[in-house]
């Protein structure tokens, strides 16, 4: 699943998100649900300045929560890529956390294919011997 | 009586334990915070007036903005 993709399905999954931004770790917008580019390049910067300056000894968050009365920030990343999104005020904060986390997985399948259909199809041949043996 | 009155009075201390606690809860809810994750499943809450939430809240606050247009 490509970038767009992934993002368009979390917005139409997660009705509390009302815009989201797909971006590199550098802060390169991928994909965006804005359709002005240079907001979503702002809000990609502002969501890597956020993750950079909650950072502690222990070392950079891999998600965080900024909650103001107007509303929420999310963002959460991985080692390639963070994904921002902001919801209105008094969101589900572990429902929203968990459709990021799959926005950011599906948009990483996408970089790596070859490895999830290898292993699969392994799994199933041995499926139907399991099966004989126990009836 | 007594066991009546005694009962009465756990009532009214227990209603109003509860609505203290529902107004504490959402009177918490609007206030400004950040709440940081990290990979070991540590969380740090930077609360209103913290030197943390002075630096991210603004940057917030941009996101917001900007998103929304």
Redesign the interface.
Known sequence: MDAAQALADLVEISAQI??A?LASADGTVLAST?A?DE?AQ??AR??L??VQ??A?P??E???????????S?FVVRDEERLV?A?TG??PT?GLV?YDLKTCLRLAGEDARPAKKTASRPRKKKEAPEAADGAA | MARRKLTASLLALGSLLGAAAVWRRRSA????????????G?M?T?AEGSE?AA???P??????S????
């Open positions: 009302e815009a931004v804005l002005d907001r702002s809000v502002d969501a300045e956020l300056g909650a502690s222990a070392g968050p891999v998600q965080l929560e900024a909650s103001v009365p107007e509303g920030v921002a902001v005020r008094d904060v956390l | 809810r609007g206030k400004e915070h950040v709440d940081v994750y990290f990979a070991d540590s740090v930077f943390e630096r991210l809240i940057i917030a606050r941009r996101v917001l900007q998103a929304r247009g």
